[in-house]
């Protein structure tokens, strides 16, 4: 089993959190709050992102601002996700990070520069082309027709390597930070954990796959875009400036002289429609944000119809499932509604300045062409400036819906590392509130000492336990429903991180632990029964004979076929599937928590005395209803529910004995030894 982690001392500068005790400390750091977020500069702790697909440490907790009214505090969670995706985010570029990461940012930002000098060349034959065609000079058109084919390529050329540099950054970004993430997640047990905290962490497969793609898909095409933009509007400002000159207009008897008006036309029109944009647009990140989660909300939806299909058909639930499916989806078209509100105004504005902007410099250009002092080629070269400028200036116009998706896809992978944060600081605290593991040191198999289990709110749910278990025991956790038995067995397998005390396994030993409901992976049916190993750890035959010894022997002949076992076998096939992945396995420990409520009693039979029998030397903890099951158990311990959390209140020796009909009758008169206890 794994070792106790070791404690890591409170940084530098970082301030204990009120007078709290030291469980209920943990407690609180470990969840991720809406109260964490304030807007302040972090700790340096900030700094470190994932390296390698494996997290760094997570950044520390801020306190709130107490002054911050609830909007406040709302809009500075909200930027405080924006700056946490950075945060891991940015970590693909830094040293550790991917080697590939600055060479080809800086190919792609090289690229277009080139491009836009490419498009300055484009411009000025633009202007040379048109002139030859005013003067009517057929040798010039001709060759600058030769000339134009080479620029185009060349254009062309530099766009498709600049789509296949963009492409490859957001590809290996996504696959690093997903990488990263993911190895988090599943660290520990977090996956499992994030279902017991609060937290916006709902819906996770949906932040790890379509958000995390949108969120590092579109800071690459941004920042290109912002960059082509900036390098373009630069350029052809000064063409403007240089072409058009200065406009003289008679107003009152006087001539009232505009210098670059070309560029002051320019920069007010793409002003007008950059702020109708954002006037218009401004909810365009909160209905992208209720659009995602109503996605996401749906999807989940769907998934688990499809996951507790056998239930629901059982049960004749279609109609009831149907008015949740319909419910969710009219929640998405509700949102899609709005949206697309959104869009049609947003689309009108874009629309409307996309035809204004090829017309407004030809009718500003059309009185100096007319009085002679503005050739042809000047007036096409200007209109063409023009255009790449407001296309330049309307970069916001165009790309505002996709920086709102965007937005709102960063927040949702942010909450989720929020979340992970949260759960990776209880690890790492060197306060109480987190049951310790380690190993035993009297030769005990498995020792509880002073063990507590807690909610994630600091509830009380098993208190004050002592038990230590030899090598070899079978011990049966008996208790009322609702008295903590399957907590407490999730805390001596791991999964439960909340409480005090210690679990301590005996060095080396390996445990195996069978759930009421046993997964069962998609493919083969040799990989269900290996799992969690290879499915070519075993030989065919291995595991057949395991399947033959839990009953299941008339699957052998389709150990190879790929099928929907999760959905194709009933109850009490998945529980012996569970049986026989024990057999091949043969751990130390086995912890069986109401691992056989889906067989009848004779089948339950069979499988703990095959269980006994394959392995006799496995130290076996039952959770279970069951009476009957006391023959197959050398102990008994009980948990009774009190006020304030459920305690161990008998531990029992059980005599095992043959049964028989009469004693079936007369269950419970067996001989029993009671285990002196401390009160």
């Not at 390296?51 to 911050?68: K, S």
């Not at 792609?108 to 520069?113: A, E, P, R």
């Not at 009957?628 to 020796?653: C, M, P, W, Y």
């Amino acid at each position: 089993m794994s070792e106790a982690k070791p404690k890591l001392k409170q940084a530098d500068g970082i301030k204990p959190r009120g007078a709290l005790k030291p469980r209920q400390q943990a407690l609180r750091d470990q969840r991720p709050r809406h109260e964490d977020l304030r807007e302040k500069k972090l700790p340096t702790a900030e700094a470190a992102p994932e390296v390698d697909g494996q997290p760094g440490p997570p950044p520390e907790a801020v306190e709130p601002d107490p002054q911050l009214t609830p909007e406040e505090a709302e809009q500075a969670r909200r930027k405080y996700l924006l700056r946490r995706f950075w945060i891991s985010g940015r970590g693909y570029w830094a040293r550790s990070g991917d080697g590939l990461a600055w060479p080809l940012t800086v190919g792609l930002l090289i690229l277009i520069c080139v491009n836009v000098g490419f498009q300055y060349g484009i411009n000025v034959w633009n202007r040379a082309f048109f002139d030859a065609i005013e003067q009517r000079n057929v040798h010039t058109v001709y060759g600058l027709s030769a000339i134009f084919l080479p620029l185009v390529a060349g254009n062309a050329g530099l766009v498709v390597a600049q789509v296949y540099l963009r492409m490859t950054i957001q590809r290996r970004w996504r696959s690093w930070l997903t990488t990263a993430v993911i190895a988090r997640w599943l660290a520990n047990g977090r996956y499992y954990q994030l279902n017991l905290v609060a937290g916006d962490h709902s819906n996770p497969e949906a932040r790890l796959t379509e958000d995390l793609r949108i969120a590092t898909e579109s800071p690459v095409d941004f920042i290109s875009g912002v960059l082509n933009a900036f390098l373009s509007a630069s350029t052809f400002i000064v063409v403007l400036w240089t072409i058009g000159g200065a406009l003289t207009l008679p107003i009152g008897g006087e001539n009232l002289t505009i210098p670059g008006f070309l560029v002051i036309t320019a920069v007010i029109y793409a002003a007008i429609t950059s702020t109708s944009m954002v006037v218009i647009g401004r909810h365009f990140v909160r209905l992208s944000e209720h659009k995602n989660q109503a996605e996401a909300e749906f999807r989940y939806t769907l998934t688990r119809v499809r996951e507790n299909g056998e239930s629901i058909a059982l049960l004749g639930g279609e109609e009831e499932e149907r008015s949740g499916i319909d419910r969710n989806f009219g929640h998405v078209l509700r949102q899609w509604a709005l949206l697309t509100g959104q869009h049609m105004r947003t689309a009108l504005v874009s629309q409307g300045s996309s035809l204004f902007a090829p017309v407004v410099p030809v009718l500003l250009c059309a009185p100096k062409f007319l009085e002679g002092s503005m050739s042809l080629g000047q007036v096409m070269q200007a209109a063409s400036a023009f255009a790449i400028v407001q296309g330049a200036f309307g970069w916001l116009v165009d790309n505002y819906p996709r920086l709102a998706d965007w937005n709102a896809s960063a927040r949702r992978i942010a909450s989720l590392m929020m979340s992970l944060d949260g759960l990776e600081r209880a690890e790492q605290s060197d306060a109480l509130g987190r049951i310790q593991h380690g190993e035993t040191e009297d030769g005990a198999m498995l020792s509880l000492d002073d063990l507590s289990v807690t909610l994630d709110d600091g509830t009380s749910v098993v208190k004050e336990t002592e038990v230590a278990i030899e090598p070899g025991e079978r011990v049966l956790v008996a208790g009322e429903s609702g008295s903590g038995k399957s907590t407490l067995v999730r805390a001596v397998a791991g999964l439960w991180p909340w409480g005090g005390g210690s679990v301590n396994f005996h060095a080396d030993r390996r445990l195996f632990m069978l759930p009421q409901r046993p997964y069962i992976p998609s493919g083969t049916l040799r990989r269900a029964v290996a799992y969690p190993a290879a499915a070519d750890k075993w030989t065919i035959k291995q595991i057949k004979a395991a399947l033959d010894k839990v009953g299941l022997a008339y699957l052998a002949e389709r150990i190879k076929e790929e099928a929907p076992w999760d959905q194709t076998l009933s109850g009490g096939e998945k529980q012996r599937l569970a049986f026989a992945r024990l057999l091949l396995h043969r751990p130390d420990i086995v912890v069986l928590d109401e691992a056989t409520s889906a067989l009848d009693e004779k089948s339950q039979d069979t499988m703990m005395a095959t269980l006994i029998r394959e392995l006799p030397d496995v130290t076996i903890i039952s959770v279970a209803h069951r009476a009957e099951l006391e023959a197959f158990h050398s102990r008994k311990i009980t948990l009774e529910r009190r006020q304030g959390g459920a305690k161990l209140v008998s531990d029992i020796n059980l005599v095992p004995r043959k049964r028989n009909l009469l004693k079936r009758a007369l269950w419970g008169s067996g001989s029993r030894v009671e285990r002196p206890r401390k009160e």
